[in-house]
């Protein structure tokens, strides 16, 4: 691809969203194409994406509550009304030559006026069980990117197998170039310590903070280990109360309500227990930590565990049920990895080999030869 392209991107809502996008949207304009974002101001991606240096164009829309089907006639008349609008901004020569929706309903409007003017089109799912807006918008795609294998069923064609590509997730580049020495140096992580690094996200991670509470003694009995916990912003005191760490113990046990440089940190660790959304299962095959994924049990359709299944079928991780947290067998398999760097070894080389770290160049090829089809 020589010429420049005039690329829109459409992501919103939440960061699962719109950091894939931006990750993609920097390996463009490094490219030499010129991106636009559509979305709304008033939500995540207001304050995102124009921190990443990009154009925020106002996308007006609302989704619609499932529960309440009268909801989504007004949903449907801004969708009409905001497609009516960035056909004005588009008539007046701002108009993209290929636009890529990652998933949020904010997408709807944009590719709808693509598919209406010949402008081609891709889709990026992050998640293992697609989301509305893009089941909606998946069959007038010229391609369909996913992140996990187990998206393909929904969105194959039959007789079009270029239709569906399997790109991974791909990880802004701010996490990519995560460093271990800057992450440890931050912390007041030695070197040679053996590092735990232990995040939940803002959603279901009380029964994690609880079940390294029940771990407590038997972590802080490993010689040289260092646990990184970020409890998440509603857990903290919680989490702080029932560990009550002395200043002894917490000078090894790092406790945190959010973790802001999550690629440096994600980098220093030697391991993680996570939850298996979508962004933290890219972060972590991308930088290669071995890990131990609990899915969060009352996510859409399970979706947490076949995300999780992605690194655990290529060996990568291991995983366990939120509901066996407080058995016995967790306890031993988290101890045992801990203690054993030949084990911990074999994960980061399994989840190396997936490639995550190649994924974005992967999803900007994708783009430019739809393009230029």
């Known amino acids: 691809m020589t010429r420049t392209l005039e690329v829109a991107i459409a992501a919103g809502g939440t960061a699962g969203h719109i950091n894939p996008a931006l990750a993609l949207a920097e390996e463009l304009r490094d490219r030499g194409h010129h991106v636009t974002f559509y979305g709304r101001p008033s939500k995540l991606e207001g304050t995102l994406v124009p921190a990443a240096g990009f154009e925020l164009v106002e996308v007006d829309v609302t989704g619609f509550d499932r529960s309440k089907p009268w909801t989504a006639v007004t949903a449907l008349a801004r969708v009409a009304s905001a497609k009516r609008a960035l056909g004005k901004r588009f008539s007046a020569g701002k108009a993209p030559d290929v636009a890529i929706g990652f998933g949020a309903y904010v997408e709807v409007p944009l590719l709808g006026w693509c598919k209406g003017h010949g402008v081609p089109y ?6 293992s069980v697609p989301g509305l807006a893009n089941k909606m918008m998946a069959d007038h795609a010229r391609r369909v990117c996913i992140s996990v294998p187990a998206a393909e069923k929904v969105f194959a064609r039959e007789g079009d197998a270029a239709h569906v590509e399997l790109t991974g997730n791909p990880v802004r580049r701010s996490v990519l170039a995560g460093s271990r020495a800057a992450g440890r140096a931050a912390l007041g992580v030695p070197e040679n310590a053996t590092m ?7 959603l279901g991670a009380r029964s994690i903070n609880a079940a390294m509470g029940a771990l407590k003694e038997r972590l802080l009995a490993v010689p040289g280990l260092h646990v990184v916990q970020s409890t998440g912003k509603g857990g903290y005191e919680e ?16 406790l945190e309500s959010y973790i802001d440089n999550m690629g440096d940190v994600l980098a220093a660790a030697d391991l993680v227990l996570s939850r298996a959304g979508a962004s933290s299962i890219a972060e972590i095959a991308a930088l290669g930590v071995p890990s131990v994924l609990v899915p969060y049990p009352f996510a859409t359709a399970d979706h947490q565990t076949t995300n999780a299944r992605y690194l655990t079928d290529a060996g990568a991780a291991v995983l366990f049920a939120d509901d066996a947290l ?3 067998a967790f306890g031993d398999k988290l101890l045992e990895l801990v203690c ?3 084990e911990r070894g074999k994960l980061r080389a399994a989840a190396a080999g997936l490639a995550q770290d190649k994924v974005v160049a992967k999803l900007a090829d994708a783009v430019e030869q739809v393009a230029g089809e």
């Open 326 to 328: 407080g058995e016995p």
């Open 239 to 254: 989490a702080a109360e029932a560990l009550a760490l002395t200043d002894e113990e917490a000078s090894r046990w790092h």
């Open 196 to 202: 735990l690094l232990v995040f939940g996200g803002s």
């Open 122 to 127: 891709l889709l990026h799912e992050q998640n």
């Open 340 to 342: 054993d760097a030949d």
